[in-house]
């Protein structure tokens, strides 16, 4: 693993840890800005050399910013080492992927972060654990201010900031929640019905790691989709009032399986199964893992996994099931690893993790 990530594997991401408003079901609050530098092509048309340029002033402006932070270049990490950073939320899969120049910041508390030379120039991020928008807006905010004092942004009097894509010309913001919804998705007509209200909302729900991933272990994602004619305010307002719905939701659903006998017995049924899954399968996928993981932290959430023999908190199992993802499992184990090498290391690190025996 890249000498630079290490420090990182042992210490539990800023947005994951527990104590976040609504976290038995909002795991984080993310705000994205996107930005682009006045009279600079977009990224997509720019120059290897343009490119090279802006990586490099990028750099200087973020060690000015904070000397603790992080600062890769994509180009330089393995495989086994990208999966780990787009697993932590510090970039997207895009960026990874990117033949241009490319540069991630994140800052040493973890809350904020930066990628150059995305879709757009720089596309700043702030993250909070649990709902909380605001802090996270406040901390894309912070650093945004920063970059304004060594690059002008490209802004319209009319559009307000311009981006490569039409959609998030205007604030330029993306605000989102990332939720854990295991019981809405359990009842699969609640949760379409969350979808369509999303839509008509002008909100996307998407899976994990944002667009085109997909919502394993009953992870979704929340965003605003109009970033045109609305004040950051109004769009942190809207996500934030449908997030407290889907938690209502979610919450009285949850509640259905304590009141109703027969939801009861159904779930129980479905819990001793994940738990037989974890103690015993020689081999997991990551979609089983996180799967049989999730049906437990719905259990323990509950107070039903008790009764099972089976004692684990849910903030516990909510961070095994971001280590058991590839580029985590990669980096505990110091190599890269095939598929079929790394289901056989997640189904032992779960019982290992769980105290099961191997």
Not at 93 to 104: F, G, K, S, V, Y
Not at 131 to 153: G, I, P, V, Y
């Amino acid at each position: 693993m890249d000498a630079r990530l290490q420090p990182l594997l042992n210490r539990e991401p800023a947005w994951l840890r527990p104590g976040g408003p609504m976290e038995d079901v909002v795991v984080a609050s993310r705000v994205r800005l996107a930005r682009n530098v006045e009279h600079l092509a977009f990224p997509a048309q720019m120059s290897s050399e343009q490119a090279d340029d802006l990586v490099a002033a990028a750099a200087d402006a973020f060690r000015v910013w904070g000397g603790d932070g992080l600062i890769l270049e994509p180009r330089s990490l393995s495989v086994a080492d990208a999966n780990f950073v787009v697993e932590r939320s510090m970039a997207t899969r895009d960026l990874m992927q990117a033949e241009r120049p490319t540069l991630i910041y994140w800052g040493a508390d973890g809350q904020e972060g930066v990628m150059v030379n995305e879709e757009d120039h720089f596309r700043i991020q702030g993250l909070a654990p649990g709902m909380d928008l605001e802090s996270a807006f406040t901390h894309a905010k912070d650093l945004e201010q920063h970059l304004r004092k060594s690059f002008r942004f490209a802004v319209s009097d009319r559009y307000g900031f311009l981006t490569s894509c039409p959609s998030n010309t205007g604030s330029g913001m993306r605000a989102s929640l990332m939720l854990h919804l295991p019981a809405l998705a359990r009842a699969k007509v609640p949760l379409e019905k969350v979808k369509h209200t999303a839509r008509r909302a002008s909100l996307a729900v998407r899976g994990v790691h944002g667009e085109g991933s997909r919502a394993l272990g009953f992870f979704y994602q929340i965003s605003n989709q109009r970033t045109l004619g609305q004040s950051t305010s109004d769009q942190l307002q809207a996500v934030a009032e449908f997030g407290r719905e889907v938690c209502a939701f979610e919450q009285r659903t949850r509640q259905n399986f304590q009141q109703v006998e027969a939801l009861k017995n159904l779930l129980m049924d479905d819990l001793g199964r994940a738990l037989e899954i974890v103690q015993a399968q020689p081999a997991l996928t990551t979609a089983q893992a996180l799967e049989a993981l999730s049906i437990l932290r719905l259990g323990a959430l509950l107070q039903f996994t008790d009764s099972l023999g089976f004692a684990c908190t849910p903030e516990r199992l909510l961070g095994l099931c971001f280590q058991l993802q590839p580029g985590h499992l990669q980096a505990f184990a110091g190599r890269e690893m095939s598929p079929e090498q790394r289901d056989i290391a997640r189904a032992q690190t779960i019982r290992r993790q769980l105290g099961f025996p191997n």
